[in-house]
Protein backbone atom coordinates (compact mmCIF):
# COMPACT_ATOMS: atom_id res chain seq x y z
CA UNK A 1 0.00 0.00 0.00
CA UNK A 2 1.38 3.07 -0.58
CA UNK A 3 0.61 6.17 1.37
CA UNK A 4 0.17 10.18 1.12
CA UNK A 5 -0.38 12.38 4.03
CA UNK A 6 -1.77 15.72 3.76
CA UNK A 7 -2.26 18.40 6.19
CA UNK A 8 -5.62 19.83 5.41
CA UNK A 9 -5.28 23.74 5.81
CA UNK A 10 -6.60 24.57 9.04
CA UNK A 11 -7.87 21.02 9.06
CA UNK A 12 -6.35 17.76 10.79
CA UNK A 13 -3.58 15.20 9.32
CA UNK A 14 -5.12 13.27 6.42
CA UNK A 15 -3.16 9.66 6.08
CA UNK A 16 -4.22 7.35 3.16
CA UNK A 17 -3.16 4.57 2.29
CA UNK A 18 -4.15 3.34 -1.20
CA UNK A 19 -3.18 -0.08 -3.89
CA UNK A 20 -3.80 1.15 -7.58
CA UNK A 21 -3.99 -1.49 -10.16
CA UNK A 22 -4.09 -0.01 -13.51
CA UNK A 23 -5.11 3.66 -12.36
CA UNK A 24 -7.80 2.00 -10.28
CA UNK A 25 -8.09 2.15 -6.65
CA UNK A 26 -8.30 -1.65 -5.57
CA UNK A 27 -8.04 -0.43 -1.68
CA UNK A 28 -7.91 2.32 0.61
CA UNK A 29 -7.46 3.19 4.30
CA UNK A 30 -8.61 6.99 5.19
CA UNK A 31 -6.78 7.63 8.58
CA UNK A 32 -5.59 10.37 10.96
CA UNK A 33 -6.66 12.06 13.83
CA UNK A 34 -9.73 14.27 12.24
CA UNK A 35 -13.41 13.46 13.87
CA UNK A 36 -16.29 11.86 12.11
CA UNK A 37 -19.61 11.23 13.25
CA UNK A 38 -20.96 8.52 13.15
CA UNK A 39 -17.43 6.70 13.01
CA UNK A 40 -18.33 3.63 11.81
CA UNK A 41 -19.03 4.83 8.82
CA UNK A 42 -15.62 5.80 7.33
CA UNK A 43 -16.09 2.37 5.72
CA UNK A 44 -18.56 3.26 3.55
CA UNK A 45 -16.45 6.24 2.27
CA UNK A 46 -13.76 3.87 1.39
CA UNK A 47 -16.00 1.31 -0.06
CA UNK A 48 -17.06 3.91 -2.13
CA UNK A 49 -14.51 4.74 -4.56
CA UNK A 50 -12.99 1.37 -4.75
CA UNK A 51 -13.10 0.61 -8.59
CA UNK A 52 -12.64 4.44 -9.20
CA UNK A 53 -9.86 5.56 -10.90
CA UNK A 54 -8.03 8.35 -9.71
CA UNK A 55 -9.42 11.53 -10.68
CA UNK A 56 -9.39 13.99 -8.21
CA UNK A 57 -12.69 15.58 -9.24
CA UNK A 58 -14.83 12.16 -9.71
CA UNK A 59 -13.55 10.91 -6.28
CA UNK A 60 -14.56 14.03 -4.41
CA UNK A 61 -17.96 14.13 -5.86
CA UNK A 62 -18.56 10.69 -4.93
CA UNK A 63 -17.60 10.87 -1.85
CA UNK A 64 -19.70 14.26 -1.26
CA UNK A 65 -21.99 11.95 -2.65
CA UNK A 66 -22.05 9.06 0.47
CA UNK A 67 -21.52 12.13 2.75
CA UNK A 68 -24.77 13.71 2.49
CA UNK A 69 -26.34 10.16 1.81
CA UNK A 70 -25.35 9.02 5.20
CA UNK A 71 -25.19 12.10 6.76
CA UNK A 72 -22.06 12.34 7.89
CA UNK A 73 -20.68 14.99 9.96
CA UNK A 74 -17.39 15.88 9.48
CA UNK A 75 -14.58 17.90 11.16
CA UNK A 76 -10.99 18.90 10.06
CA UNK A 77 -11.05 17.52 6.91
CA UNK A 78 -13.75 17.11 3.77
CA UNK A 79 -14.52 15.04 0.18
CA UNK A 80 -12.05 17.39 -1.35
CA UNK A 81 -9.10 16.53 0.96
CA UNK A 82 -9.79 12.78 0.77
CA UNK A 83 -10.09 12.78 -2.59
CA UNK A 84 -6.60 15.04 -3.09
CA UNK A 85 -4.90 12.80 -0.57
CA UNK A 86 -6.16 9.60 -2.53
CA UNK A 87 -4.84 11.15 -5.79
CA UNK A 88 -1.47 11.93 -4.02
CA UNK A 89 -1.33 8.27 -2.71
CA UNK A 90 -1.67 6.69 -5.94
CA UNK B 1 -35.39 -1.74 33.70
CA UNK B 2 -36.91 1.81 32.09
CA UNK B 3 -35.39 4.25 29.79
CA UNK B 4 -36.07 7.61 29.07
CA UNK B 5 -39.22 8.94 30.80
CA UNK B 6 -40.71 12.02 29.34
CA UNK B 7 -43.30 13.31 31.98
CA UNK B 8 -45.61 16.22 31.98
CA UNK B 9 -45.61 18.85 35.40
CA UNK B 10 -48.26 20.83 35.45
CA UNK B 11 -49.07 22.58 32.36
CA UNK B 12 -45.82 24.28 31.95
CA UNK B 13 -42.51 22.01 31.04
CA UNK B 14 -41.86 18.74 29.95
CA UNK B 15 -39.12 17.27 32.09
CA UNK B 16 -37.11 14.58 30.52
CA UNK B 17 -36.73 12.26 33.51
CA UNK B 18 -33.54 9.71 32.48
CA UNK B 19 -32.66 6.83 34.32
CA UNK B 20 -34.50 4.44 36.94
CA UNK B 21 -32.21 2.68 39.14
CA UNK B 22 -33.72 -0.38 39.55
CA UNK B 23 -31.38 -1.54 41.84
CA UNK B 24 -31.51 1.95 43.67
CA UNK B 25 -27.56 1.96 45.15
CA UNK B 26 -26.08 5.03 45.71
CA UNK B 27 -28.77 7.42 45.79
CA UNK B 28 -31.03 5.48 43.12
CA UNK B 29 -34.58 6.43 43.02
CA UNK B 30 -37.87 4.90 42.05
CA UNK B 31 -39.74 6.30 39.51
CA UNK B 32 -42.05 7.06 42.39
CA UNK B 33 -40.22 8.52 44.40
CA UNK B 34 -38.82 10.74 41.58
CA UNK B 35 -42.36 12.04 40.67
CA UNK B 36 -42.88 12.72 44.47
CA UNK B 37 -39.92 14.63 44.75
CA UNK B 38 -41.11 17.08 41.42
CA UNK B 39 -44.11 17.26 42.96
CA UNK B 40 -42.86 18.64 46.37
CA UNK B 41 -40.73 20.65 44.62
CA UNK B 42 -43.56 22.48 42.82
CA UNK B 43 -42.96 24.83 40.59
CA UNK B 44 -39.32 24.70 40.45
CA UNK B 45 -38.22 25.13 37.02
CA UNK B 46 -34.38 23.82 38.04
CA UNK B 47 -34.84 20.14 38.07
CA UNK B 48 -31.85 18.60 39.58
CA UNK B 49 -30.69 15.83 37.02
CA UNK B 50 -28.10 13.60 39.24
CA UNK B 51 -24.57 12.65 37.54
CA UNK B 52 -22.71 10.08 39.19
CA UNK B 53 -19.55 11.11 40.52
CA UNK B 54 -16.97 8.47 39.69
CA UNK B 55 -12.96 8.52 41.19
CA UNK B 56 -11.70 5.42 39.52
CA UNK B 57 -7.79 6.04 40.50
CA UNK B 58 -5.44 4.77 38.28
CA UNK B 59 -6.14 2.00 35.81
CA UNK B 60 -5.12 0.18 32.65
CA UNK B 61 -5.47 1.65 28.56
CA UNK B 62 -7.51 -1.55 28.25
CA UNK B 63 -9.74 -0.74 31.31
CA UNK B 64 -10.24 2.69 30.65
CA UNK B 65 -11.69 2.71 27.42
CA UNK B 66 -13.62 -0.49 28.46
CA UNK B 67 -15.16 1.10 31.23
CA UNK B 68 -16.19 4.49 29.25
CA UNK B 69 -18.07 1.61 26.77
CA UNK B 70 -20.19 -0.39 29.61
CA UNK B 71 -21.18 2.96 30.79
CA UNK B 72 -22.93 4.21 27.72
CA UNK B 73 -24.52 1.00 27.69
CA UNK B 74 -25.59 1.06 31.36
CA UNK B 75 -26.79 4.82 31.15
CA UNK B 76 -28.46 4.20 27.84
CA UNK B 77 -30.79 1.63 28.74
CA UNK B 78 -31.35 3.74 32.07
CA UNK B 79 -29.84 1.44 34.64
CA UNK B 80 -27.51 3.88 35.80
CA UNK B 81 -27.38 7.98 36.30
CA UNK B 82 -25.54 9.84 33.73
CA UNK B 83 -21.47 10.45 35.43
CA UNK B 84 -18.71 12.43 35.45
CA UNK B 85 -15.30 10.43 35.97
CA UNK B 86 -11.87 11.52 36.78
CA UNK B 87 -8.91 9.11 36.27
CA UNK B 88 -5.31 8.37 35.56
CA UNK B 89 -3.62 5.51 33.85
CA UNK B 90 -1.62 3.12 34.93
CA UNK B 91 1.26 2.09 33.44
CA UNK B 92 1.39 5.13 31.21
CA UNK B 93 0.02 4.91 27.93
CA UNK B 94 -0.65 6.31 24.14
CA UNK B 95 -4.11 6.36 22.91
CA UNK B 96 -5.13 6.64 19.14
CA UNK B 97 -7.76 8.61 17.77
CA UNK B 98 -10.52 5.82 16.03
CA UNK B 99 -9.60 6.51 12.67
CA UNK B 100 -5.75 6.82 13.34
CA UNK B 101 -3.63 3.81 12.00
CA UNK B 102 -1.95 2.43 15.07
CA UNK B 103 1.28 1.13 12.74
CA UNK B 104 1.76 4.59 11.50
CA UNK B 105 1.62 6.59 14.28
CA UNK B 106 3.45 4.55 17.32
CA UNK B 107 6.42 2.90 17.93
CA UNK B 108 5.35 0.02 19.20
CA UNK B 109 8.48 -1.36 19.88
CA UNK B 110 9.47 1.56 21.69
CA UNK B 111 6.20 0.86 23.85
CA UNK B 112 6.68 -2.38 24.77
CA UNK B 113 10.12 -1.52 26.08
CA UNK B 114 9.21 1.56 28.35
CA UNK B 115 6.55 -0.68 29.39
CA UNK B 116 3.54 1.87 27.73
CA UNK B 117 0.25 0.69 27.15
CA UNK B 118 -1.34 1.24 23.72
CA UNK B 119 -5.22 1.74 23.27
CA UNK B 120 -7.18 2.41 20.50
CA UNK B 121 -10.24 5.22 21.47
CA UNK B 122 -13.76 4.86 20.28
CA UNK B 123 -13.20 9.00 19.74
CA UNK B 124 -11.61 10.63 16.86
CA UNK B 125 -8.83 12.55 17.24
CA UNK B 126 -4.94 12.24 17.53
CA UNK B 127 -2.48 10.07 19.01
CA UNK B 128 -1.95 11.03 23.18
CA UNK B 129 0.64 9.93 25.84
CA UNK B 130 -0.97 9.82 29.45
CA UNK B 131 1.38 9.93 31.60
CA UNK B 132 1.42 12.70 34.35
CA UNK B 133 -2.57 14.10 33.24
CA UNK B 134 -5.69 13.96 35.11
CA UNK B 135 -8.34 12.31 32.50
CA UNK B 136 -12.03 12.56 32.53
CA UNK B 137 -15.57 11.27 30.90
CA UNK B 138 -18.64 12.99 31.19
CA UNK B 139 -21.30 10.88 29.94
CA UNK B 140 -24.49 12.56 29.20
CA UNK B 141 -28.00 11.27 27.63
CA UNK B 142 -28.96 13.41 24.36
CA UNK B 143 -32.54 13.71 25.45
CA UNK B 144 -31.83 15.69 28.88
CA UNK B 145 -30.99 18.50 26.65
CA UNK B 146 -27.94 19.53 29.29
CA UNK B 147 -25.75 19.85 25.94
CA UNK B 148 -26.44 21.91 22.59
CA UNK B 149 -26.87 19.40 20.11
CA UNK B 150 -24.57 20.67 17.81
CA UNK B 151 -20.97 18.91 17.77
CA UNK B 152 -18.89 22.20 18.12
CA UNK B 153 -21.07 23.67 20.65
CA UNK B 154 -21.55 20.65 22.82
CA UNK B 155 -17.33 20.62 23.25
CA UNK B 156 -17.42 24.00 24.26
CA UNK B 157 -20.16 23.61 26.45
CA UNK B 158 -17.92 20.70 28.82
CA UNK B 159 -15.12 22.25 28.32
CA UNK B 160 -16.29 24.74 30.28
CA UNK B 161 -16.32 22.59 33.10
CA UNK B 162 -12.86 22.35 32.60
CA UNK B 163 -11.75 25.80 32.06
CA UNK B 164 -13.41 26.89 35.18
CA UNK B 165 -11.60 24.42 36.90
CA UNK B 166 -8.52 25.75 36.24
CA UNK B 167 -9.25 28.96 37.86
CA UNK B 168 -8.10 27.01 41.08
CA UNK B 169 -5.15 27.57 39.69
CA UNK B 170 -5.43 30.86 38.80
CA UNK B 171 -5.43 30.23 35.14
CA UNK B 172 -7.24 31.91 32.56
CA UNK B 173 -8.09 29.31 29.80
CA UNK B 174 -9.92 29.38 26.54
CA UNK B 175 -11.53 26.79 24.46
CA UNK B 176 -10.19 26.95 20.94
CA UNK B 177 -12.36 25.03 18.60
CA UNK B 178 -13.11 21.63 17.80
CA UNK B 179 -11.23 20.02 20.69
CA UNK B 180 -8.49 22.05 22.46
CA UNK B 181 -8.28 23.51 25.76
CA UNK B 182 -5.54 26.60 25.73
CA UNK B 183 -3.83 28.90 28.28
CA UNK B 184 -1.34 31.69 27.12
CA UNK B 185 -1.52 30.21 23.56
CA UNK B 186 -0.79 26.54 24.59
CA UNK B 187 -2.55 23.57 24.73
CA UNK B 188 -3.11 22.28 27.93
CA UNK B 189 -6.03 20.17 26.82
CA UNK B 190 -7.29 17.97 24.72
CA UNK B 191 -10.36 16.68 24.31
CA UNK B 192 -12.77 14.29 21.93
CA UNK B 193 -16.40 12.74 21.79
CA UNK B 194 -18.60 10.33 20.37
CA UNK B 195 -22.27 9.98 20.45
CA UNK B 196 -23.57 6.58 20.35
CA UNK B 197 -26.88 4.96 21.50
CA UNK B 198 -28.05 8.50 22.50
CA UNK B 199 -25.58 9.41 25.22
CA UNK B 200 -23.00 11.72 24.51
CA UNK B 201 -19.51 10.87 25.62
CA UNK B 202 -16.66 12.99 25.68
CA UNK B 203 -13.60 12.14 27.58
CA UNK B 204 -10.14 14.59 27.79
CA UNK B 205 -7.08 15.00 29.35
CA UNK B 206 -5.52 17.88 31.42
CA UNK B 207 -2.05 18.11 31.74
CA UNK B 208 -0.33 18.02 35.23
CA UNK B 209 2.80 17.95 33.47
CA UNK B 210 4.31 17.03 29.98
CA UNK B 211 7.15 15.43 28.80
CA UNK B 212 7.37 16.34 25.17
CA UNK B 213 10.43 14.39 24.20
CA UNK B 214 9.26 11.38 26.49
CA UNK B 215 6.42 11.52 24.34
CA UNK B 216 7.96 11.86 20.52
CA UNK B 217 10.07 8.42 21.67
CA UNK B 218 7.06 6.52 21.55
CA UNK B 219 5.28 8.18 18.28
CA UNK B 220 6.29 7.62 14.73
CA UNK B 221 6.49 11.28 12.81
CA UNK B 222 5.77 10.90 8.95
CA UNK B 223 9.59 12.62 8.85
CA UNK B 224 12.29 11.69 11.07
CA UNK B 225 14.71 14.05 9.78
CA UNK B 226 12.07 16.64 11.29
CA UNK B 227 11.61 14.74 14.86
CA UNK B 228 14.03 17.28 16.66
CA UNK B 229 12.26 20.32 14.89
CA UNK B 230 8.92 19.17 15.31
CA UNK B 231 9.82 18.67 19.01
CA UNK B 232 11.25 21.88 19.13
CA UNK B 233 8.14 23.24 17.81
CA UNK B 234 5.26 21.48 20.14
CA UNK B 235 7.32 22.53 23.45
CA UNK B 236 6.49 26.27 22.41
CA UNK B 237 2.63 25.00 21.54
CA UNK B 238 2.13 22.67 24.91
CA UNK B 239 2.38 23.46 28.80
CA UNK B 240 1.02 22.04 32.14
CA UNK B 241 -0.46 22.81 34.94
CA UNK B 242 2.45 22.41 36.91
CA UNK B 243 4.74 24.55 34.37
CA UNK B 244 1.84 27.26 34.58
CA UNK B 245 2.06 27.26 38.05
CA UNK B 246 5.59 26.56 38.78
CA UNK B 247 5.20 24.08 41.03
CA UNK B 248 4.65 20.44 41.49
CA UNK B 249 0.56 19.91 42.28
CA UNK B 250 -1.28 16.69 43.12
CA UNK B 251 -2.96 14.55 40.65
CA UNK B 252 -6.05 14.56 43.25
CA UNK B 253 -5.83 18.44 43.88
CA UNK B 254 -6.32 18.78 39.90
CA UNK B 255 -9.75 16.55 40.44
CA UNK B 256 -10.80 18.42 43.08
CA UNK B 257 -10.34 21.28 41.25
CA UNK B 258 -12.11 19.88 38.61
CA UNK B 259 -14.77 18.71 40.05
CA UNK B 260 -15.51 21.96 41.47
CA UNK B 261 -15.13 24.02 38.19
CA UNK B 262 -17.95 20.96 36.88
CA UNK B 263 -20.20 21.59 39.64
CA UNK B 264 -19.91 25.47 39.31
CA UNK B 265 -20.77 25.55 35.06
CA UNK B 266 -23.09 22.55 35.49
CA UNK B 267 -25.45 24.31 38.00
CA UNK B 268 -28.51 22.77 37.13
CA UNK B 269 -26.70 19.46 37.72
CA UNK B 270 -26.57 17.30 41.21
CA UNK B 271 -22.97 15.29 41.34
CA UNK B 272 -22.67 12.84 43.78
CA UNK B 273 -20.23 10.60 44.92
CA UNK B 274 -20.45 7.20 44.12
CA UNK B 275 -18.42 3.92 42.90
CA UNK B 276 -18.59 1.58 40.28
CA UNK B 277 -20.60 -1.33 40.96
CA UNK B 278 -18.86 -5.09 41.36
CA UNK B 279 -20.84 -5.80 38.23
CA UNK B 280 -19.92 -2.87 36.05
CA UNK B 281 -16.28 -3.14 37.00
CA UNK B 282 -16.36 -7.22 35.61
CA UNK B 283 -18.28 -6.17 32.94
CA UNK B 284 -15.36 -3.31 31.60
CA UNK B 285 -12.76 -5.74 32.45
CA UNK B 286 -13.85 -8.50 30.75
CA UNK B 287 -14.67 -5.62 27.80
CA UNK B 288 -10.98 -4.65 28.26
CA UNK B 289 -9.66 -8.31 27.69
CA UNK B 290 -11.52 -8.99 24.91
CA UNK B 291 -11.44 -5.96 23.28
CA UNK B 292 -9.35 -2.85 24.58
CA UNK B 293 -6.13 -5.05 25.05
CA UNK B 294 -5.18 -6.14 22.18
CA UNK B 295 -5.77 -7.94 18.27
CA UNK B 296 -8.38 -6.56 16.21
CA UNK B 297 -9.68 -3.55 17.60
CA UNK B 298 -6.29 -2.18 18.37
CA UNK B 299 -5.24 -3.08 14.75
CA UNK B 300 -8.42 -2.34 13.04
CA UNK B 301 -6.47 0.29 10.84
Same mark, same amino acid.
Given at each position: ?????????????????????????????????????????????????????????????????????????????????????????? | ???????? %? !?? &??? /?????????? @??? #???? +???????????????????????????????????????????????????????????????? %? !?? &??? /?????????? @??? #???? +????????????????????????????????????????????????????????????????? !??????????????????????????????????????????????????????????????????????????????????????????????????????????????????????
Amino acid at each position: MRQAIYKVPEGKLLKVFLTAEEGKIKDVKITGDFFMYPEEKIVLLEEAVKGMELNEEALKEKLEKIIVQENLDLFGFDAGSIAKTMVMAG | MIGNWKLE %I !GN &FRL /LNLHHVNCHS @RGG #GNSV +VKRVIDFRLRGNDKTHMQRFRLLQTKFNTAAFNMALDEVLIKKISSGEVDPSLRFYGWKPAAVS %I !GY &FQS /LQAEVDEEKC @RER #GVDI +VRRQTGGGAVFHDKEVTYSMHIPLTLNLVPEKILDSYQRICGGIIRGLTAFNLSAQFVPLNDIIV !GGKKISGNAQTRKQGVLLQHGTILQSVDVDKMFDLLKVPDEKMKGKLITVIKERVTSIEQQAGKAIEFQSIVDALIDGFKKDFAAVEFYDDGLSEEETELARKLAEEKYAGGQWNYQR
